[in-house]
């Protein structure tokens, strides 16, 4: 059987792209179909069906609280977890608890989604570009994911890309495909910084690239540090602006907050390169004549970099985190990649140069490079590129706990990544024909502070008396850092079935249904 | 010992031709260098594989042996050795020439072409087989060797290896294994053959980088294994304060590595302090074993390690109470971990490798047959 194309995807939290490497070995970024590079992730679920991408900003006017974006950060998480509790906070849109824990969308009353369905159908959009592009199906693609993604949420992104019919090729994380796509492979060795501030995280890592071979070494960010963050600054500032001069409050109006905010935005990108922008919103609201509200102004890039300044120092103690983790000094790192679009504001490069000590090196496109080191990550796959090994390890540890016990060790955080570790279970009464394990994510004996992934049971044990049998577990992270599962019972040696009691995530024949209901759907 | 055997692949019949006519000297003296050291008039068995996958062995003997000089220095992992084939008779010549008739594919080139290459830093990947059956073979014998190698053989590495040369050879390994290179293929049997190398391979380089970290010889940061900032300061090395002045050393002396050894530093319990010297602790420790107490030995010997961090035979006897402990527990496997981690740490620790042996031969029925070691 002849596979399909593949593709590099960089799912974002805000914007997507999709990356391909063309016969001729060029990277190409695809355009879609509003001719835009990037897709924002957003999907709005219209009375008429879902709709994702540029279209759906027209559901952040009619129905925020059906138009979900940023579904990114709720991928693979529990519901409880203190990030999605201050998420729930601020986002337009319901959150509510899945049975098994999991963070789920609420859309009206009626229905609820999973973060893996909507994301799939950003990746669907992004499947769809490629394939108006090639004029191919797609069938397989390359993934980017944080760094610091744990198991679960990469996980999630595997069903996620199930659900829109896409193999996962690789999930591959973000520093390194942007190392790659900056072209790192043909370089010498050398120790980058890879500093991501992107529309809504910012993230920082340690890639070393050595004889071919990238190692992400440490990872720390911000998850609430972006672009949009300016741009509600900004935001913030022009509606007091408007209240002063004005004398009308619009802080409480939804529509003219978004005039505002695409004002906002392109100000923004136009004071990257020139030192003042016109803003000039025509039809701001109404004044109580009737007549609308026109509002014009010139911003100075130095009152934008003032509103920005609390921001813009929030950028300092990741980076020096994630330095001290690798045991760096300033002076030991070589090179300094930023990446995301916000790393075009020269506020942003100003204050990371002084944080590295260096001058960041300048990539023509900081938007699409990790979609790029996706779509060389393809091309590595199918053997156009040789020469070049991306290395991952484990986000975080993996524990395993019996009933009312301490949680044991069984993967190491930082651990390399594919590897397996074992685990002994024996039999605690005569003739136990179960035996009940839970499975967490973290470093602590304490079950309370990491993460549940799932209790499993081994089933139709022989009867023997207690300790007799002794069950092996063994955890395998493969290569994308998603966890596999396997038992066998010592004594005869023979596989055991293992039960899911209770699991994260979406189950298989979920993601398997949903898959179907996606395909029949177009 | 027994007689060791070297595999020489010919992937064609052309290739066996050069090995029977050029390569051999006098028609029987082949020389080389080889990864281990040997004697003179020791016997090698030559194993010769032929491109129809049938290996004829051949009887050597080695005749001379040098060091292998890298900067002018021996290496001490090399050695290049002259075998006389002393097995390399008619009968031997006969019965290639016979599987080379017999072949089918014989006179067609079945070389394969010489993959271009971008990279030269890349060589390792290139050793594989091209073709597909022959690949899953050579992997599957790769696999079936690493799974009952120890987690230094599997790097291949000596037990003392430092972290540069631990990192590297991990590095070599996967840069043969990881599944990435092999994707191209789309064969699931392939990829996850090499998975389960790589698994091996990122198991054995995580034991022994912890290993190096917790004697204070390395330091981690995610995936990597660096030699530590600085030297670790243990009191056996420092001079006492009367006679001579210590010796100057590097400023670096005294600055702790970026991360401490792993065991748990506890108050150093007040009787533990009373003997002086690592011996005293030692011999405390033991007497805890005997007794069967386990886990104040591991205490002692936790306390023992923050003044003595290099001392292998404490941090070997800390994994061997630990292994104890975990024996009362019922944890066979966690104990059978902590007896290799021991053995890895100072292979010269006769408990670690008799506990091991009574574990493969009994099971773990019997603790107290453990304690009686250590009387």
């Keep these: 059987m002849k596979p399909g194309r593949a593709v590099g995807i960089d799912l974002g939290t805000t914007n997507s792209v999709v990356a391909l490497i063309d016969r001729d070995g060029a990277p190409r970024i695809l355009t879609t179909k509003e001719g835009s590079t990037m897709l924002p992730s957003l999907v709005w679920f219209s009375p008429h069906g879902p709709v994702v991408g540029e279209r759906a900003r027209e559901g952040l006017e009619q129905s925020p609280e059906m138009t979900v974006f940023g579904a990114k950060r709720l991928l693979g998480r529990r519901f409880d977890h203190p990030e999605v509790r201050k998420l729930a906070r601020v986002l337009p849109y319901m959150l509510t608890e899945a049975p098994n824990g999991d963070t789920w969308i609420q859309l009206g009353n009626s229905r609820a989604v999973s973060p893996e369905e909507v994301s799939a159908l950003i990746l669907r959009e992004l499947k769809h570009t490629a394939e108006r592009f090639l004029k191919e199906t797609v069938t397989r693609a390359v993934i980017t994911v944080p760094a610091w993604y744990d198991a679960a949420q990469r996980q999630a992104t595997k069903d996620a890309a199930q659900i829109a019919g896409l193999q996962i090729m690789r999930l591959l994380s973000e520093p390194t495909a942007a190392a790659l796509g900056h072209g790192a492979h043909r370089g010498a060795d050398r120790r980058y910084l890879v500093c991501d501030l992107g529309g809504g995280t910012f993230d920082v890592a340690a890639v070393d690239v050595e004889a071919g071979v990238f190692e992400v070494l440490a990872t720390t960010g911000d998850p609430f540090l972006g672009g949009d963050d300016i741009d509600r600054v900004i935001v913030d500032n022009l509606a007091r602006d408007v209240r002063n001069s004005r004398g009308i409050d619009v802080a409480t109006d939804p529509a003219a907050l978004d005039k505002l905010r695409i004002a906002a935005q392109r100000a923004k990108h136009e004071l990257s390169e020139h030192a003042s922008a016109k803003i000039d919103v025509p039809d701001l609201g109404e004044l109580p004549s009737g007549k609308p509200l026109v509002y014009a102004r010139t911003l100075r890039r130095d009152e934008l970099e003032l509103w920005a300044s609390p921001l813009v120092r929030r950028l300092e103690p990741p980076v020096k985190e994630a330095m001290r983790r690798c045991g760096r000094k300033r002076e030991d790192i070589e090179e300094v990649l930023l990446v995301g679009g916000m790393t075009r504001m020269p506020a942003v490069r100003k204050e990371l140069a002084r944080v590295t000590g260096r001058e960041p090196s300048v990539i023509a496109n900081p938007e699409e490079v990790v979609a790029i080191g996706a779509a060389l990550a393809v091309a590595r796959l199918d053997g156009a590129i040789e020469g070049v090994l991306l290395i991952d390890v484990a986000a975080r540890g993996l524990m395993i706990s019996r009933q009312e016990q301490d949680c044991e060790l069984v993967i190491a955080q930082n651990a390399v990544i594919p590897t397996r570790e074992h685990k002994l279970l024996p039999t605690r009464h005569d003739d136990q024909a179960r035996v009940e394990f839970d499975l967490w994510e973290g470093e602590s004996p304490d079950p309370s502070v990491n993460r549940h992934l799932g209790r499993y049971a081994v089933v139709d044990l022989p009867q023997a008396p207690a300790g007799d049998v002794l069950v092996l577990v063994e955890v395998t992270l493969d290569t994308d850092g998603v966890i596999r599962l396997g038992a066998s019972e010592m004594v005869s040696g023979d596989r055991v079935q293992i039960d899911q009691v209770y699991h994260a995530g979406l189950a298989r024949s979920e993601v398997v249904r949903l898959a179907r209901q996606l395909a029949g759907a177009t | ?375």
Aim: glycine content about 6%.
């Design chain 2, 1 to 375: 010992m027994a007689a060791r055997t070297l595999q020489v692949r010919c992937a064609t019949w052309d290739q066996v031709e050069v090995f029977t006519t050029r390569k051999l000297r006098k028609g029987k003296l082949l020389s080389m260098k080889v990864p281990f050291s040997t004697r003179v008039g020791s016997t090698l068995t030559i194993g010769l594989e032929l491109p129809s996958a049938l290996v004829i062995p051949i009887e050597g003997v080695v005749q001379r042996i040098a060091p292998v000089e890298v900067d002018g220095k021996p290496d001490p992992n090399r050695t290049w050795i002259e075998i006389e084939l002393t097995g390399f008779n008619d009968d031997i010549k006969q019965r290639i020439r016979a599987a080379r008739d017999d072949d089918p594919d014989t006179g067609v080139k079945v070389a394969p072409p010489a993959p271009e290459r971008r990279s030269t830093q890349m060589a390792a990947q290139t050793d594989l087989p091209n073709d597909e059956r022959e690949l899953f073979q050579h992997l599957t014998a790769e696999l079936r060797r690493m799974r009952q190698a120890t987690v230094h053989d599997v790097l291949g590495v000596p037990r003392d290896a430092g972290p540069e040369v631990v990192r590297m050879s991990w590095k070599d390994l996967i840069r043969k294994h990881h599944p990435d290179l092999v994707a191209r293929r789309h064969a699931p049997a392939i990829t996850h053959l090499a998975e389960e190398l790589t698994i091996l391979a990122n198991r054995a380089y995580d034991r022994m980088r912890g290993a190096l970290a917790a004697e204070g010889r390395a330091a981690l940061a995610g995936s990597s294994v660096a030699p530590p900032p600085g030297w670790l300061v243990a009191f056996e090395d420092m001079q006492s304060g009367e006679g001579q002045p210590a010796p100057k050393r590097g400023p670096n002396k005294f600055e702790r590595p970026a991360t401490p050894p792993p065991p748990p530093i506890k108050p150093i319990p007040a009787s533990a302090m009373a003997g002086q010297g690592s011996d005293a602790f030692e011999s405390r420790a033991r007497a805890m074993l005997a007794h069967g107490d386990p886990n104040t030995a591991r205490e002692v010997l936790a306390a023992a390690l923050v003044v003595y961090p290099r001392s292998k035979p404490l941090r070997s006897l800390y994994y061997v109470a630990t292994a104890l402990a975990a024996m009362q527990q019922g944890e066979v496997m966690l104990a059978t971990a902590q007896l290799e981690t021991a053995l890895a740490h100072h292979d010269q620790c006769v408990e670690a490798a008799k506990m091991l042996e009574h574990i493969r031969r009994y099971g773990a029925r019997d603790p107290d047959a453990m304690r009686r070691l250590f009387r």
